[in-house]
């Protein structure tokens, strides 16, 4: 019965307050505050006029109630109690100057209102906010009490010891049952507020639980990509290439190997786009910074693509001193490197040829990948970064996968540089990478 009854007492609170899925904690505060302050209200002037205090207070305070039912009306059903809050606080200091005044100063029961009302305005205002409601409660106090103390005058006593007894006792009351309704609210909210807390906890346990059991599956397909997929590919490239070599005289057999050869280079450089650009996004892994030779890791990226550079008689000028390291990652810088030589392959004519270098500053290290290819218009370098583009066919109709000038700018990034790429028609393209010597991050 007692668990009924709890469930339709916050049902009640809801209706009457509003949802805590809704409105905020503060909000629903302010809602309480307003609606039993009109109560309060009608009680206090019943109370005033059964003791016989001043009938100007008892104006004012039906005055407040009417105050009160409209700062209820904006909180509740408008959700705009931050902007009457201000009023809600000042309106209720003032009337609470005049019951000072009208009903014995310090000699009746008006302290302890005040206090029972910095307790509320601490419930409905932010954190950031306490210090200075507070002081304009005190401040209150203040004048309340100078009032009392240089113009005694004009505080109205009461008539009879009698009636300050009777005032005294019903303030209590009413002031208790003010304070035991107002603690029952929090504790209620608080068991509202406690029970999202654990459903929102267990859904978030729930959707770690499924992206743990997504990420196991997805690390289950970069396996089945990297080995059972790769592995054969390569192989098949690797008999096509020895197979190339023995039928030199085939004009027509040579150009078929050579098609294969040139959709197996297209088919593992895409797929090795995809593994890195997909763990790239999908975890966003950190990179492992180390200093490493990058002159080994050229050679390395150019003995992958030597084949297709050979084909199209592209000539290769190496000018990264043997002996120059670096701080990054090797690898995603490895996929750099691959991804910018296999592109100036690709849109140089035969015969062209690709240089690289490299140097230092003080700040970073600097690479240049420059090709005398046919280059691009300014329109295609602005597009270049900013979509997933369509890929271009080379000058000798090599395709591409579209990931990799997308995927070198994100490692590059990632490893704290930037990259700067400048071309022109028919002249080439020349690309900068920059790395950051110290630090993690290399501003432009």
């Known amino acids: 019965m007692l668990a009924i009854a709890e469930i339709k007492l916050r049902k009640l609170f809801s209706t009457l307050f509003g949802d805590s899925a809704d409105i905020i904690f503060e909000n629903r505060l302010f809602n309480i505050s307003t609606l039993v302050g ?9 109370s005033n006029l059964v003791v016989g205090i001043n009938n100007i207070l008892n104006i004012a305070l039906a005055f407040l109630a009417g105050l009160y039912c409209v700062f209820f009306y904006y909180g509740r059903f408008k959700n705009r109690f931050r902007a009457f809050v201000p009023y809600y606080i000042l309106s209720t200091q003032f009337l609470l100057i005049m019951a000072w005044i ?15 009302f910095l307790l509320v305005t601490i419930g409905i205002v932010p954190v950031n906010q306490h210090g200075k409601w507070f002081a304009v409660v005190l401040i ?8 009392e103390i240089f113009m005694p005058g004009y ?34 909210n608080y068991a509202i507020e406690h029970q999202m807390a654990l459903k929102q906890k267990q859904l978030i346990e729930n959707q770690n639980a499924y992206l743990e059991n997504a990420n196991l599956v ?42 294969i050869d040139q959709r197996l280079t297209y088919n593992l450089q895409l797929l090795d786009d995809l593994m890195l650009w997909s763990k790239s996004q999908m975890t966003g892994s950190k990179m492992m910074k180390t200093y490493f030779n990058l002159c080994l890791v050229f050679k390395d990226s150019y003995e992958i ?3 297709n550079a050979e084909q199209k008689q592209v000539a ?6 043997d002996d120059f390291q670096i701080l990054a990652d090797a690898n995603s810088i490895r996929a750099v490197l691959r991804n910018l030589i296999s592109n100036a392959i690709k849109f140089c004519m035969p015969g062209g040829k690709v240089k690289l270098s490299a140097f230092e500053t003080d700040k970073a290290y600097i690479i240049n990948v420059v090709d005398n290819g046919v280059g691009m218009s300014a329109e295609q370098t602005n597009k270049l970064f900013t979509e997933l583009h369509l890929s271009t066919d080379g000058t000798l109709s090599e395709r591409g996968s579209g990931l990799g000038l997308l995927l070198v700018k994100d490692f590059i990034e990632q490893n704290g540089g930037y990259l700067s790429l400048k071309s022109s ?13 110290e630090g993690d991050l290399l501003i432009k």
């Open 38 to 46: 009109v109560f309060l209200c009608i009680i206090m002037i019943v």
């Open 425 to 437: 028609s028919g002249e080439g393209t020349s690309v900068e990478i920059y790395l950051p010597k």
């Open 140 to 147: 209150s106090y203040l004048i309340a009490f100078s009032i």
């Open 305 to 307: 693509l030597k084949r």
């Open 155 to 188: 505080i109205k006593g009461y008539e009879s010891i009698e009636q300050r007894h009777l005032d005294l006792i019903l303030t209590f009351f009413i002031a208790f049952g003010f304070a035991y309704f107002f603690i029952r609210v929090l504790k209620i």
């Open 218 to 259: 997805k690390d289950r397909l970069f396996s089945v990509l990297a080995h059972d997929l790769r592995s054969p590919l390569s192989s098949l490239k690797a008999m096509i290439n020895v197979f190339e070599d023995e039928i030199k005289e085939n004009y027509e057999m040579n150009e078929i190997a050579h098609a």
């Open 102 to 116: 009208f009903n014995s100063g310090s000699y009746g029961p008006v302290s302890f209102i005040f206090i029972s």
């Open 316 to 321: 290769f000028e190496n000018d990264i001193p």
